[in-house]
């Protein structure tokens, strides 16, 4: 097995940098970064200074996800090694007894990091992953709107809740917290377009329109949403096709869908160019959009 | 009138002007790890953390809250401004005025302030003024008023010598302010050697995280709200969106 300097020519400290960027965008990457970090630790060790605790850490988590813990533990034997009494290091204990299913010996682990320190946010919110992991969906629930009284700014947490309350179906709760990211970042599109999706979701003329309207801002923010388009022309057709509007509301939705369609076979076209499959998979985009035409019923 | 140049002992460079910039240097260092190996660590009261985020919430609805549909910013700003049942309404903490004589934790820290930098600083001032007393040291570059002559020339006696020529004891406190950015250099930012911030601190008061008074912040913040007026940013937004075609450059390579 060559390792990942020789497969693909870097240094080590090409490799740190990585770990690095990964660290700080907050990848998800688990195997590569597996693969990454085993090689520095074991090869590198010495060369990368402080640096190595907390590659220690990341390469622990990756661990986890990947099913290694004969990594995971060794990672974690250094880091308790070296840092005896820390919080930090307790909730890793505390996330590899999650990974073996041993729920208990966890929560009981975070109630002790509680106990010293009440503010300490993580143990809380490994708490409620507990919960989540073995499907109480409901006191997660709980446990998470009190958790989000005592700190309101945390965001992470907000989109949590909004992802339960959409499990559980609650559109109208789910909105809320999709408001509160709204509110807290104002200029992301995601949460824009994911706010639109549940208004759409929950349906009525006032939501379709509040869909249509943060369909649209969720475009303006990015042009290259393509699922906001979508959700745009679906939005539009859809209150275009209610038999309760007026004249003028219908016309210009119309107008909107005409404008979403035409937009969608220019990205399509865009997309096609240069290559023989083109003019059938922009049929193909014309029929689906026909046949997604509500009708009135 | 200037007064005739003096030729200074070269002698004088080597073991008075160095000597005292090292012993500044070394001094300032040590008082940094000293002043980290007594530093126990600030308990964070929750009560705290959680009155100054939901503040932080107050002030960016009011900022950012023309992004959110009018039903959902009414909500908000019902929750906090309710006449009965609002937040900043309802809530009233007990504030214990910290009085800095009877709060023990707030006397130790000060007497550790006290006991790392004001000491030493009085200490080696004080032998400095001792062991390089009674001649000139150095010239500022700079003409001085003769109202500086008592204050930078300790123990020369001369009536008319010039206001540049200052002592060692100047110089040393000249180096104290001087070296700031030297530790910033070496130690890193947020040292603390840093005198001149400390006693910045002390002068504008303890300033925590959140301001002493949590009711003053919150009937402020009432008032900030009752005041806003929410102007739906999205009302147009489709007409903005539909003037030019979509750009999209970037989504296929």
């Known amino acids: 097995m060559s390792s990942i300097s020789e497969l693909y020519d870097v240094s080590w400290e090409e490799m ?10 907050n990848y998800r990457n688990s195997e590569q970064i597996v693969d990454v970090g085993e090689e520095l630790i074991n090869e590198h060790a010495s060369k990368l200074g402080d640096d190595i605790w907390i590659i220690y850490e990341q390469v622990m988590i990756a661990a986890l996800d990947c099913s290694r813990d004969d990594l995971a533990w060794s990672c974690l034997q250094e880091l308790k090694r070296q840092f005896p009494d820390s919080h930090r290091v307790k909730r890793l204990a505390g996330m590899r007894l999650e990974a073996l299913e041993r729920y208990e010996d966890a929560n009981k682990l975070y109630d002790s990091i509680l106990q010293d320190d009440p503010t ?16 109480k969906s409901s006191e997660a629930i709980r446990e998470l709107n009190e958790y989000l009284e005592q700190f309101v700014g945390d965001q992470e947490a907000w989109h949590e809740l909004s992802e339960l309350y959409i499990n559980e179906h609650d559109y109208a709760k789910a909105a809320f917290c999709l408001e509160e990211l709204m509110m807290t970042n104002p200029h992301n599109h995601l949460y824009c377009e994911q706010y639109a999706e549940v208004k759409y979701t929950q349906g009525g003329l006032e939501n379709l329109e509040l869909a249509r309207k943060y ?7 990015n042009n290259r949403n393509m699922r906001a388009l979508f959700g745009l022309y679906m939005s539009a057709s859809h209150i275009a096709a209610s038999p309760k509007v007026s004249a003028k509301v219908k016309k210009d939705n119309v107008k909107y869908a005409a404008w979403a369609t035409s937009q969608i076979s220019r990205a399509y076209q865009m997309a096609g160019r240069g290559k023989k499959e083109n003019k059938c998979s922009v049929k193909a985009v014309e029929e689906m959009l026909e046949s997604m035409q509500i009708t009135m019923s | 009138m200037a007064g005739p140049e003096l ?9 008075v002007v160095l000597p005292i910039v090292f012993i500044t240097f070394i001094v300032g260092v040590l008082r940094h790890y000293v002043t980290q190996l007594l530093h126990n660590e600030k308990k964070v009261d929750l009560q705290q953390v959680s009155d100054s985020q939901v503040l932080l919430r107050s002030r960016i609805l009011r900022e950012n809250g023309k992004y959110l549909p009018k039903q959902s910013f009414a909500m908000r700003k019902h929750y906090f401004n309710n006449p009965e049942t609002g937040f900043f309404k309802k809530v009233k903490r007990k504030v214990i005025p910290k009085n800095p004589m009877t709060d023990t934790s707030m006397l130790t820290d000060m007497m550790k302030g006290n006991l790392t930098n004001v000491l030493p600083m009085i200490l080696i001032g004080g032998w400095i003024n001792w062991a390089f007393s009674g001649f000139v040291t150095t010239k500022v570059p700079f003409p001085l008023t003769l109202r500086f002559k008592p204050m930078l020339q300790r123990g020369i006696e001369l009536l008319s010598l010039d206001a540049s020529w200052v002592s060692s004891a100047s110089w ?15 130690l890193g930012q947020d040292n603390a050697a840093d005198q001149s911030r400390i006693m910045q601190d002390q002068m504008t008061g303890a300033a925590m ?16 709200l009752e005041i806003v007026e929410h102007r739906w940013a999205l009302e147009n937004v489709e007409e903005e969106l539909m003037c030019q075609d979509l750009n999209f450059r970037g989504l296929f390579s």
């Open chain 1, 120 to 135: 300490n946010t993580a143990a809380r919110k490994r708490k409620i992953s507990i919960l989540r992991a073995q499907g």
């Open chain 2, 7 to 15: 030729l200074l002992d070269s002698s004088i460079r080597l073991w």
């Open chain 1, 215 to 221: 369909f649209a801002q969720a475009l303006k923010l």
């Open chain 1, 16 to 25: 740190r940098d990585k770990l690095r960027k990964w660290r700080e965008e």
């Open chain 2, 172 to 186: 040393y406190f000249l180096n104290v302010f001087g070296l700031r950015s030297m530790y910033t250099l070496i």
């Open chain 2, 209 to 224: 995280a959140m301001p002493p008074d949590p009711n003053k912040a919150f009937k402020s913040e009432w008032e900030a």
